[in-house]
């Protein structure tokens, strides 16, 4: 019987046999996102509260700090703020987000998904993806909207727009990262176009296992920037340490608000961070209407307002060979990409065997390609990062503030593009060089040959001459033990590294020269420098005819 068949109480009741079974799992991850939600509020009002508590001069009551606290867990996830209570009574917009206010947030939802796709026992079925991320989104921007309609009535008024967008985007990306934790990510989807790529392999550059490549290239080119720019910041802050222990000291002389400064700019310190990526890229960053500050030359205007971050803002004037070294930074940036995409793009072969089970290469074309979507990634994260770094503190002098956040993606797009695709090219055709192997016989590479006293130098120790070839005698070697072949075949980390243990060992045997390798015919060319006693007194004897002190082995006939 097919649904079509079906009547419409059939239909309904059938909608509701499908409701009620999923609905223990989405219920739980719902709940699970209104909890990371209201953990996230109560870590908020937990510190706020407190410093509020020791302020020695509250201006408002338990309502207005409860109300700070939502408004500033709001600000974490970028929803911008309006004070509207101001001496002009204008309203003054703030929309710079300290970007580690939205790290608490994100972990928690982050963990609430997590939770959500992991079965209680082994025998438990597997909550679908799409219930836990829509799940844990839903109930998180569910009492995020309570909160930000809870927060219009304070001081800090939340932007709803912004909010309505914010709160889920922040919660959806959040548990994406929470499932995958616990489920992985599918398997890569194969290349159309084969190995040798050819004008599919390009198109196919955009998906499977090269777009993983190129996102992880993109993802660490960008990293390198922020860790320029957070050398850049500490720098900075030593060179200027004078001037903002000074602002710092200047802004108030109460432990609490102190604390709360020295908080405020802990939380700041990431979009330093990025200001200072911004800076390295050559586009620099504003602080204030009208202003720049880059590598080459500094315009920041009157003077600033005092605060511990803003006085490691470079000076007004041209750039200085310190400034100019701010360059390496996205140099080292678009040599990461490059190394990145170079290595997924051939196995190494310099040592002459492929790696077993390793990929085919890549062509010059799909590698360069690859490279050229790193550079897309690295820029479209810089621009994003750039974007959520700035915003306005009021509508005066710093109605504009931070990175313009096209100019710093573009700029990280042009300089991981220009040095990323050479560099995966150059270090494609480096791995993808073939040396001959060592043939099997050939010697000790560069330490064979003669050596001193007429003795042959090997790769496994000292051999006399025609060791080397392996001798023409087809006896040459009837003293020689099986342990010393087995050692002679095994292989060391170093073909051509000479071991003193272990020549000691092979000429410190009864018969040297069988030892070695030699040949019976000629025993007295590593004897050529001692006394010439007599030749029965220096003749090398095989460990199994040794003869007792003053007699002659039996079966030997003295010399003529």
């Not at 509207?84 to 300290?98: F, H």
């Not at 500490?234 to 200047?250: C, E, I, K, Q």
């Not at 292989?491 to 009864?510: G, M, N, Q, T, Y």
Request: hydrophobic letters at 45%.
């Amino acid at each position: 019987m097919t649904d079509d068949s079906l009547s419409p109480a059939a239909r309904l009741q059938a909608l509701a046999d499908r409701l009620r079974d999923r609905s223990p799992a989405l219920a739980g991850c719902l709940f699970g996102g209104a909890v990371a939600a209201g953990l996230g509020l109560g870590a908020y009002a937990v510190v706020v509260m407190a410093l509020w508590i020791g302020s020695p001069y509250p201006d408002s009551g338990p309502g207005g700090a409860t109300g700070t606290a939502v408004s500033l867990w709001l600000l974490g996830h970028g929803v911008g703020l309006t004070r509207a209570d101001t001496l002009t009574g204008v309203p003054a917009p703030l929309g710079l987000t300290p970007l580690l206010l939205a790290l608490l947030p994100f972990w928690l939802v982050r963990r609430a998904a997590r939770d959500a796709a992991e079965p209680e026992t082994p025998q438990a079925p597997e909550i679908p993806a799409r219930t836990v991320v829509w799940g844990v989104t839903g109930g998180y921007t569910a009492v995020g909207a309570l909160a930000a309609l809870y927060a219009t009535g304070g001081e800090l008024r939340p932007t709803l727009r912004e909010a309505a967008w914010h709160l889920p985007l922040l919660a959806l990306a959040a548990a994406l990262t929470g499932l995958r934790s616990v489920r992985g990510r599918g398997a890569d989807a194969p290349s159309p176009a084969g190995p040798d790529g050819g004008s599919g392999g390009v198109r196919a550059a955009l998906a499977g296992r090269r777009g993983a490549t190129a996102c992880r290239a993109g993802l660490a080119a960008a990293l390198t920037l922020a860790g320029g720019g957070a050398v850049l910041v500490g720098v900075s802050l030593t060179l200027h340490r004078d001037p903002a222990r000074a602002s710092y000291l200047m802004l108030t002389d109460v432990w609490s608000g102190r604390l709360a400064v020295l908080l405020l700019a802990l939380a700041l310190l990431p979009n330093a961070v990025i200001w200072g990526a911004a800076y390295a890229l050559g586009t620099g960053f504003q602080v204030g209407t009208g202003t720049l500050v880059t590598p080459l030359a500094a315009t920041s205007g009157p003077a600033l307002p005092p605060f511990p971050l803003l006085a490691a803002v470079p000076p007004d004037g041209s750039g200085t060979p310190l400034t100019w070294a701010c360059a390496a930074i996205p140099v080292v940036a678009g040599i990461t990409a490059g190394w990145f995409t170079g290595r997924a793009a051939a196995p190494d072969r310099s040592s002459g065997t492929d790696a077993e089970g390793a990929p085919p290469p890549w062509s010059a074309p799909v590698t360069a390609a690859t490279a050229a979507l790193a550079a897309l990634v690295a820029g479209l994260v810089c621009a994003v990062a750039a974007r959520a770094a700035g915003g306005p503190l009021g509508t005066g002098r710093l109605a504009e503030l931070g990175p313009v956040w096209w100019a710093a993606g573009g700029a990280a797009l042009a300089w991981t593009l220009l040095l990323g695709v050479p560099t995966a090219l150059a270090l494609r055709a480096w791995r993808l060089r073939t040396r001959k192997p060592r043939e099997a016989g050939s010697g000790g590479g560069r330490w064979a040959g003669a050596g001193l006293f007429g003795i042959a130098m090997t790769g496994t120790g000292l051999a006399v001459p025609g060791a080397a070839d392996g001798g023409t005698d087809p006896e040459a070697r009837p003293g020689a033990d099986a342990d010393i072949e087995e050692e002679a075949a095994e292989s060391d980390d170093d073909p051509e590294r000479v071991d003193p243990l272990d020549w000691w060992e092979r000429v410190s045997r009864p018969d040297p020269v069988a030892a070695l390798g030699g040949s019976f015919g000629t025993p007295y060319d590593l004897y050529d420098q001692l006394p010439a006693h007599g030749p029965e007194d220096w003749r090398a004897l095989p460990a199994e005819e040794q003869a007792p002190p003053g007699e002659r082995p039996a079966g030997r006939e003295p010399d003529a």
